[in-house]
């Protein structure tokens, strides 16, 4: 049964080492980040599970002790998922579950074991929400980090351009994840988070399945838009 997640974004950028001289403008969302895992351990689960955008659906679970790095963003810098080393793993963590394991270790967390799940972009919202009710069902206590960014359209500068669609998809995305509003994520609109480049919404919508019945509530940590893109810290508990 779900007993907490924290949603946070994935941008490599969050890791300071690649982010270099423009760190500091993540500053706030790392703190929200930090904030969120908080509420995880709190909630004393007895399995974390991290869902994040991958390029395929499927790839996974990557168990405990999958590295990862981000030396494809010009950083020699590797991460582990987890202390536990374990056997070595063929798999190498997607992006988005490579910043989680470095936000794991950036807290110390040792509160529970921990797994990964990657979700490809195309994945029907069915299935997401019923992987995430397979995911619920996997322990007594299960918590999640789920790892995604809205869309990439917030101004001419960013990554996908400017769309007119991008700003309310992004506010209703964050009163969702600020309410834990289970029925809203379920309905998102997979098409356009995809003509958004908004690489979180399967993710989100696998938190849905696994939240079903489970009644948690939700508080909203961090909105905003650095560099076109929208980033938002929420945790549910």
């Given at each position: 049964m779900l007993v907490a997640a924290a949603v946070c974004p994935c941008p490599p950028l969050l890791v300071p080492d690649v982010a270099?001289?423009?760190?500091?403008?993540l500053d706030a969302a790392?703190?929200?980040?930090v904030d969120a895992l908080s509420v995880l351990a709190a909630a004393r689960p007895d399995r974390l599970v991290i869902v994040g955008p991958a390029e395929q659906s499927g790839h996974g679970p990557y168990p405990e002790g999958t590295q990862g790095s981000f030396r494809g963003f010009g950083v020699d810098l590797g991460v582990t998922l987890g202390r536990d080393k374990g056997a070595p793993s063929e798999r190498v963590l997607p992006p988005s579950l490579a910043v989680a394991a470095w936000l794991l270790e950036r807290t110390g967390w040792s509160a529970a074991p921990i797994e990964g799940l990657g979700v490809g972009e195309p994945l029907a919202a069915e299935r997401c929400i019923e992987a995430g009710?397979?995911?619920a069902a996997r322990a007594e206590r299960v918590a999640l980090l789920v790892m995604g960014d809205a869309s990439a359209c917030r101004t001419l500068k960013a990554p996908g351009y400017l769309d007119e669609r991008a700003e309310p998809f992004d506010a209703e995305v964050a009163r969702a994840l600020g309410?834990?509003?289970?029925a809203a994520l379920k309905a998102l609109d997979a098409e356009l988070a995809y003509e958004l480049k908004a690489s979180g919404r399967g993710a989100w919508q696998v938190m849905a399945g696994a939240a079903e019945g489970a009644g948690l509530s939700g508080a909203l940590l961090y909105e905003d838009a650095p560099y076109g893109v929208g980033y938002v810290v929420a945790a549910w508990s």
């Open positions: 270099a001289g423009a760190a500091s403008e790392r703190t929200a980040c009710r397979d995911v309410a834990a509003d289970v």
